[in-house]
């Protein structure tokens, strides 16, 4: 159900609701090839975790048809300045946080130029304290945009990078060590026999298939993150 909007371009409106998130489903499931952005990951997101406010996400229509949208939330944080491990102090927030992969449609210069504006719309309407949008854009357009729109006060300028990677899995074992530098097979050789030689006996290697075994999956998952390091820098599973 999209608004009337004929003969109307460019529009730009955003979704606050959960009722409106859902009448954007078949577009955002049409466009969306990221799975941080996964329409259903969303929901569970704003039906599972205290933090999250509202939606928040803009979207722009030409001739009456959506040609692109950003996936947002508000949502209550921390703001929090460490050094290392220790946080020196922390600042309540709500912020407008964008998700990896949420730029969805048509990524031209016109298009992330009205994003942005709404963007900066919605910050003086005092909507929000902040917005993160570290998560990455199409193209470089928005760099632009935030440079022109947002004056050097109101502009992080320490934001971390954050790299998320893929692979491509091929059918075969074999094939995906083939593919692997020789160091690289060297070191998982060397896990695979430390494992045998340390466990002896008491391995066992599991695959999780159904969704009744998630539960008992997010389980073992929480054991192993509560011991890493990254759970120390609030990170993690």
Same mark, same amino acid.
């Given at each position: 159900?999209?608004?009337?909007?004929?003969?109307?371009?460019?529009? =730009?409106? $955003?979704?606050?609701?959960?009722?409106?998130?859902?009448?954007?489903?078949?577009?955002?499931?049409?466009?969306?090839?990221?799975?941080?952005?996964?329409?259903?990951?969303?929901?569970?997101?704003?039906?599972?975790?205290?933090?999250?406010?509202?939606?928040? =996400?803009?979207?722009?229509?030409?001739?009456?048809?959506?040609?692109?949208?950003?996936?947002?939330?508000?949502?209550?944080?921390?703001?929090?300045?460490?050094?290392?491990?220790?946080?020196?102090?922390?600042?309540?927030?709500?912020?407008?946080?964008? $998700?990896?992969?949420?730029?969805?449609?048509?990524?031209?210069?016109?298009?992330?130029?009205?994003?942005?504006?709404?963007?900066?719309?919605?910050?003086?309407?005092?909507?929000?304290?902040?917005?993160?949008?570290?998560?990455?854009?199409?193209?470089?357009?928005?760099?632009?945009?935030?440079?022109?729109?947002?004056?050097?006060?109101?502009?992080?300028?320490?934001?971390?990078?954050h790299e998320h990677r893929w692979l491509e899995l091929p059918p075969k074992?074999?094939?995906?060590?083939?593919?692997?530098?020789?160091?690289?097979?060297?070191?998982?050789?060397?896990?695979?026999?430390?494992?045998?030689?340390?466990?002896?006996?008491?391995?066992?290697?599991?695959?999780?298939?159904?969704?009744?075994?998630?539960?008992?999956?997010?389980? =073992?998952?929480?054991?192993?993150?509560?011991?890493?390091?990254?759970?120390?820098?609030?990170?993690?599973?």
């Open positions: 159900k999209e608004p009337a909007l004929h003969g109307i371009s460019p529009t =730009v409106r $955003v979704a606050r609701t959960l009722p409106e998130i859902e009448d954007l489903r078949t577009v955002w499931e049409s466009w969306c090839d990221d799975p941080n952005a996964d329409l259903d990951s969303y929901l569970a997101f704003a039906h599972s975790r205290p933090e999250f406010v509202r939606p928040h =996400v803009i979207i722009l229509y030409r001739d009456g048809r959506p040609d692109c949208m950003l996936l947002g939330r508000l949502e209550n944080c921390r703001l929090k300045l460490k050094v290392g491990y220790k946080t020196l102090f922390e600042l309540r927030a709500r912020r407008i946080f964008f $998700v990896r992969g949420g730029y969805l449609g048509n990524a031209s210069e016109d298009n992330i130029r009205l994003i942005i504006q709404e963007l900066r719309s919605c910050l003086q309407r005092g909507e929000a304290d902040v917005a993160e949008l570290q998560r990455g854009f199409p193209n470089p357009t928005v760099d632009r945009s935030i440079l022109e729109q947002f004056n050097p006060f109101f502009r992080g300028h320490f934001s971390p990078a074992y074999e094939e995906f060590l083939k593919n692997l530098s020789r160091k690289s097979r060297h070191e998982i050789r060397r896990h695979e026999k430390k494992l045998e030689e340390d466990f002896r006996g008491r391995m066992v290697i599991r695959c999780f298939h159904e969704p009744f075994e998630v539960e008992a999956l997010a389980q =073992v998952a929480e054991q192993i993150a509560e011991k890493t390091y990254q759970r120390a820098l609030g990170v993690g599973y």
